[in-house]
């Protein structure tokens, strides 16, 4: 396709340079006009080669309000139905806004995947409170998916990519197929998430058939694979429907006790075994594993991967994790701050650490209050001996977030406006409580 260069086109001069001249010519003072005829735009602002076309939303209303009335219509239409379920919007201005923040995200997710048989959908909390409860909703603000006959709930970073990805993550065949050695070896490469791999005699097997069931239960979460290659299957040691079970930076696999299995018992075993000794935080369910808390607290790693030190600090985490896979009360949680950049600055300020070295430290997830283990040189890191040590004071409880507190209180003396509303129950700030009763 040619663009339309050889069109006429009316192009003012100005004082601020040149400008296409769209509609009806008006003339401020100072401008001149230059018509010209069957000559490309001149190379003020040349068009970009074609094929990187960010998308933006283009207006259309794809994004509907659903109610008892539409609901069974709209459920028939999509194969997987994407529900925001929210508060009603207030007439508080900075709240509206942050809604339509929201609705224009999915706006234009929708966009993205209209080809893709998604619908998208609002559920007013106040409005649809009916409707909400047959579905199960019960958080406002979040984000469920229904599939089949599952509902999924969305709980992560609420961004177009990242729900982009998550939905087509979803709508993908739970269960890869691995065929060539070349396939594994990329198997094996995935270090840093939970994946299962299963051997059977082919896709008709009965117990291939529950292994694909059980998959759906974590799809997208947790990977499935399956081969039915007696080479590939020998290469991975496995025996036939046996399902072997991969933590993340683990190198060994535990094969799952009793093959053959039922759906069930694939699914007993994965939620049992869920929780990894040493976890990444990843965009697409960053609320759910910060829910999932040991005791109230995280053990959290910041290590930035594509940089020297934090790679060296997240092959120091590996081998601590490694060595204590048994310990059920032991669970790292690896963040690569590279994922999240607008988090960094929060984090820095709240954590009152600086993220551009590697950090190990306990969070307490009730108010954020933190400690972090002294590391002086990030030439120089902790051992995995050191960083054991220091983790089994944590899980003493020798090292905590509470001992502090009292200490912590002259230090913040003249910031009383920012999060550290903990426990800070001090009355030092007399000027902003005039409004109050
Ligand atoms: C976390 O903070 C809360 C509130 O300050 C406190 O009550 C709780 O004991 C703390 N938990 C731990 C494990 O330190």
Not at 324 to 331: A, G, I, V
Request: charged share 35%; with cysteine; hydrophobic share 35%.
């Amino acid at each position: 396709m040619s663009t339309d260069h050889s069109a006429q086109t009316c192009w003012i001069q100005g004082e601020n340079g040149q400008e296409r001249v769209n509609g009806p010519l008006i003339l401020d003072a100072g401008q001149i006009i230059i018509i010209v005829t069957n000559i490309p735009p001149p190379p003020v602002r040349m068009k970009a080669e074609e094929g990187l076309n960010f998308p933006t939303y283009d207006g259309k209303d794809r994004v509907v309000s659903l109610s008892e009335k539409n609901f069974k219509q709209i459920l028939k239409k999509y194969d997987v139905l994407c529900l925001y379920y929210h508060e009603p919007v207030s007439s508080d201005k900075v709240s509206q806004k942050q809604f339509q923040l929201k609705e224009i995200v999915l706006e234009l997710v929708a966009q993205i995947l209209e080809h893709k048989d998604i619908g998208f959908v609002m559920v007013d909390s106040k409005k649809e409170a009916r409707l909400a409860k047959k579905l199960g909703f019960n958080e406002e603000g979040s984000l469920y998916i229904l599939k089949g006959d599952r509902t999924i709930e969305f709980d992560g970073e609420f961004a177009a990519d990242v729900l982009v990805e998550f939905l087509l993550d979803l709508i993908e065949d739970p269960v890869e197929i691995i065929n060539t050695k070349l396939e594994v070896q990329a198997f094996e490469r995935i270090e840093d998430q939970t994946k299962l791999i299963g051997f059977f005699k082919s896709e008709d097997s009965e117990y291939y058939k529950a292994f694909e069931e059980a998959s759906e239960h974590f799809q997208p979460y947790i990977k499935f694979f399956a081969t039915f290659d007696k080479g590939v299957a020998k290469k991975l040691s496995l025996k036939i429907n046996e399902v072997d079970f991969y933590e993340p930076f683990m190198d060994e696999p535990i094969a799952i006790p009793d093959k053959p299995y039922t759906e069930e018992e694939i699914v007993e075993f994965v939620k049992e075994h869920q929780r990894p000794t040493l976890r990444r935080l990843r965009p697409e369910d960053m609320f759910e594993t910060w829910e999932d808390d040991i005791n109230g607290i995280h053990i959290v790693a910041f290590a930035e991967k594509s940089d020297p030190d934090g790679y060296e600090f997240l092959e120091i985490l590996k081998q601590v994790a490694r060595d204590n896979t048994d310990n059920p009360d032991l669970s790292i949680l690896w963040i690569d701050p590279d994922d999240f950049p607008l988090l960094i600055a929060y984090w820095e300020k709240t954590f009152k650490i600086d993220l551009f070295r590697p950090q190990i430290g306990v969070v307490n997830v009730t108010d954020a209050d933190s400690v972090w283990m002294d590391i002086p040189d990030d030439d120089d890191l902790p051992t995995a001996e050191e960083l054991e040590d220091w983790i089994e004071d944590v899980l003493s409880g020798k090292i905590n977030t509470e001992d502090d507190d009292n200490g912590d209180e002259d230090d913040d003396d003249d910031d009383n406006d920012d999060d550290d509303n903990d426990n800070s129950d001090e009355e030092d700030n007399d000027d902003s409580d005039d409004e109050d009763e």
